[in-house]
């Protein structure tokens, strides 16, 4: 096999807690992931020489090691003495630096290839060993679907399949550090927290209101405030008929929730002045 296409799935948290700040800097979380049927396409090329070589569609993207993909790459041929060299074609979808796990997304397919390509033999579980060492989302990104993350992120209990509905999503034209969200979380000031096992009861009675109404993400407190624009496209959602909307991860990317399609094609018009891209979707589900 010398060449492999692959699509990488975007995420979205349909809650979001933060328990607290360990002593290594970083946050225990209690999330409830899932993904959406929106992606990047990516190509990887087997070359005879070796090296890393990355090309993608937006031009400020880079193609050396600050990216993702060039990392996930160069982990496996440095642990398995790989002599051949990568190329990957990077298509990108996903918006970028949006609480949707776009490059962990990335990265994790191209481990799954490379561990396909150059028959390395590793289980899931050992991808996904390996994922953390590139980001706290990369686990996910491998065993995808719908799946309960805590610790930092690498702890993940799949769960059943949430119940079908339409998802519109919507980042607006700026970009929210996820550092800057983090530093500034006051968890000793939060009123309330997510209810997480309310979310799961409901994914498993498959009741799509139940976990509509449950939505919730503790870094909003942070991320609305700095850009009010996150609060005014989920009122827009809200408004149209939308059952519920949030921020996803640390934003500024909202998705909303809906039963009806008519709904959500007029909300999707609505959000258009407010956005930079969105995307009419619906959730993806791998055991389906």
């Known amino acids: 096999m010398n060449s492999m296409k692959l699509k990488a799935y975007a995420k979205i948290n349909l809650g979001l807690d933060v328990l607290r700040k360990r002593e290594d800097g970083y946050h225990e979380v209690r999330m409830v992931m899932q993904m959406v049927n929106l992606y990047d396409r990516i190509e990887l090329v087997k070359k005879k020489n070796s090296g890393i070589e990355v090309k993608t569609n937006l031009y400020y993207l880079p193609t050396n090691q600050d990216n993702l993909v060039y990392k996930a790459a160069n982990l496996l041929i440095e642990e398995f003495q790989i002599k051949e060299g990568i190329q990957i074609h990077l298509k990108k979808y996903i918006p970028v630096s949006a609480g949707m796990a776009g490059g962990s997304s990335d990265a994790a397919a191209v481990l799954f290839g490379m561990n396909r390509m150059f028959h390395l033999g590793l289980s899931l579980e050992e991808l996904m060993k390996r994922g953390i060492k590139l980001g706290a989302d990369v686990p996910y990104c491998i065993m995808r679907g719908t799946a ?32 800057f969200v983090y530093e500034n979380l006051k968890l000793q000031e939060l009123n309330s927290h997510p209810d997480i096992d309310g979310i799961i009861e409901n994914i498993k009675k498959k009741d799509i209101r139940g976990i509509a109404e449950r939505l919730e993400n503790v870094l909003e407190t942070v991320t609305i405030p700095a850009y009010p624009v996150i609060e005014d496209i989920k009122n827009v959602m809200k408004e149209q008929g939308a059952l519920n909307a949030l921020m996803s991860g640390s934003g500024p990317t909202v998705f909303g929730l809906f039963i009806e399609e008519k709904q959500a094609q007029a909300a999707w018009e609505k959000i258009k002045g407010l956005t930079k891209q969105s995307y009419l979707t619906t959730f993806y589900n791998v055991r389906e």
Do not use: D, N
């Open 148 to 179: 309960l993350s805590e610790g930092i992120g690498e702890k993940l209990t799949s769960l059943p399949s949430v119940p079908s509905c339409k998802v519109l999503i919507a980042k607006p034209a700026i970009s929210v550090s996820t550092r």
